[in-house]
């Protein structure tokens, strides 16, 4: 058959491409960063319990957000979902009193979910109150047997407290055996300055060795709600956490 002879297009209608011009197209590439991101974007409340006993059993991994109150535990779940008010951050630091769950991926089929516990350490709460409810934080952490990894949110300003500490051997067995992973963000980064924050860096890293064994995977960075620092880093981890076997 001859040029002239072969089946042409309709005027005004494009020829199909061939499939090695398809093949030729550029591809847009994602990263990482931006799959983990897109991932911790679709937080959406569960429920809200006031007991470990009405939290609902679940055999997706669950990754918790603990921190002192006022440490910005709840403006950093916001950012990392990047939405406004996913975390309610109560005004008045320490009144959030129940463990608060998030689904995370395709709505019809989750695949891992955000606990947000409540805030300890405030010292204007009244002290029958903060003590039941830092009990059911020490409940979820200590029995909860779908939970794989914790991040623990410090003030980048004023390092590991007392209460930190105490958190930290609370849960040293979980994570040293590594049956629960660990992330410290040191929040509020933005309000240090280069060396400040090198510092800060190096206490915490020097803390943390005294928790890691060969089987633990802990990790600190530096993390800025308003500068967006970490963010992606942040989720990078998280995104891990949930998904062992595409790291």
């Not at 679940?58 to 957000?65: M, N, S």
């Not at 994570?175 to 060396?195: Q, Y």
């Amino acid at each position: 058959m001859t040029d002239k002879n072969k089946p042409r297009s309709p005027p005004g209608q494009r020829a199909p491409a061939s499939p090695d011009a398809a093949l030729a197209a550029p591809r847009v590439q994602i990263s990482p960063g931006q799959v983990a991101l897109a991932w911790t974007h679709t937080a959406r409340f569960l429920t809200t319990a006031s007991q470990l006993k009405e939290v609902p059993a679940t055999d997706l991994p669950e990754i918790a957000f603990v921190g002192r109150s006022n440490a910005g535990k709840s403006t950093a779940i916001n950012r990392l979902a990047q939405q406004k008010r996913l975390a309610f951050a109560s005004k008045t630091p320490g009144r959030t009193q129940h463990i608060n769950l998030f689904e995370i991926g395709p709505k019809d089929a989750p695949d891992a979910l955000f606990t947000d516990l409540p805030g300890y350490g405030y010292a204007a709460v009244a002290r029958g109150a903060k003590l039941r409810w830092q009990q059911v934080m020490a409940d979820y952490l200590e029995l909860r047997r779908s939970l794989s990894g914790i991040v623990l949110m410090i003030d980048a300003r004023l390092g590991a407290t007392d209460l930190d500490r105490q958190l930290l051997s609370f849960i040293a067995q979980r994570v040293g055996s590594g049956e629960v992973k660990l992330l410290v963000l040191l929040t509020k980064a933005d309000k240090l300055n280069r060396k400040e924050a090198d510092a800060a860096l190096a206490a915490m890293r020097e803390l943390l060795g005294e928790y890691g064994t060969e089987q633990s995977d802990i990790g600190v960075a530096l993390f800025s709600a308003l500068k967006k620092t970490g963010i992606e880093d942040a989720a990078l981890a998280l995104h891990g956490w949930a998904h062992p076997a595409r790291r």
